[in-house]
């Protein structure tokens, strides 16, 4: 197939290898010109030491050409320009184009996952009511899949066949991609996954150990279930790659930029500077508006989002939501999807 990947950063690069690897014409557009320039002169991307770019992958600067008679769009921009990026291609896309989003995140007000914005967005000609758009989610880091290690992601769409044709696309000897109907579960676990990697830097940034981590995780998986459930999302999805494998996974590795983020803010670092210091983008971060608006509007107990929001956007220090965290009332394990 001819892939055009949109974004230049270390998961766009990463894929676009993959599918190059699988035999795979792959064009690689950003908006970024330097980060084009970059790839064309040295062919490797400065985030993936030691990874080749290989060198049949078509650069470009042009949007328009990236769009030219493609069998598979992959949107691979942070989540926060994934609106304006599909403004762009709409004028050169065909209706029932195939696209795969590989961003994680929720947009404030409207509350729409990235599959929603796309088509949202696509489709304010009236031209584009058919596009096809798969959530390709799951714990993958980008420079593990740079250097081939094992990794398993999930293809998720409403469009059974849709999700089958970008399962297809990414199989190599490395990677293994299942599929998944429930769309919805998939991308709402994407981006909370995030919060609950910030509050696990936080927590390691404390000086807590393990114990800690792994209630951390598994009570973040509860609340990620229990808002899932309400929104009409499978509880299986929470349990699947997309879920508690990618809290696993951001929660816990030393790639993870939202880890890194909480660890500097747990250590004491402001927000708004260990943001800066990580250098690339946090979405973790970006998620937490929706996710406070999804709280309210359904309803539903998520004290771990809750004190991260408290910790970036309220000014509380860590210490004293930790300490507001672990003297709740206490609780039936076994009642924790309908806990209020």
Known sequence: MKISVLGAGTWGVALARVLALAG??????????KEIDTLATERAHPNLPGMAFPEEIVLT?????????????????PSVYVRNV????????????????????????????????????????????HVKVVALSGPTHAEEVARDLPTFIVSACEDLEAAQLVQQAFVNTCLRAYTNEDVLGVELCGALKNIMALAAGISAGLGFGDNALAGLITRGIAEMTRLAKMMGCQEATCAGLAGIGDVIVTAGSVHSRNRKAGLLIGQGMAPAEAIRKVGMVVEGVNALPAAMQLIRRYQVQMPIIEGVNAIINEGQSPVDVVQGLTSRRLQDELNWIADK
């Open 86 to 129: 599909a403004a762009q291609v709409r004028p050169y896309l065909p209706d029932g184009q195939v696209i795969v989003d590989v961003a994680k995140g929720i947009e404030p007000d409207t509350l729409y996952t990235m599959s929603q914005i796309i088509k949202d967005e696509l489709n304010k000609d009236g031209a584009h009511a």
């Open 24 to 33: 795979h014409q792959v064009v690689v557009w950003s908006a970024v010109e």
């Open 61 to 77: 600067k042009r949007v328009e050409e990236a769009c030219q008679a493609v069998d598979m769009l992959l949107f691979a921009v």
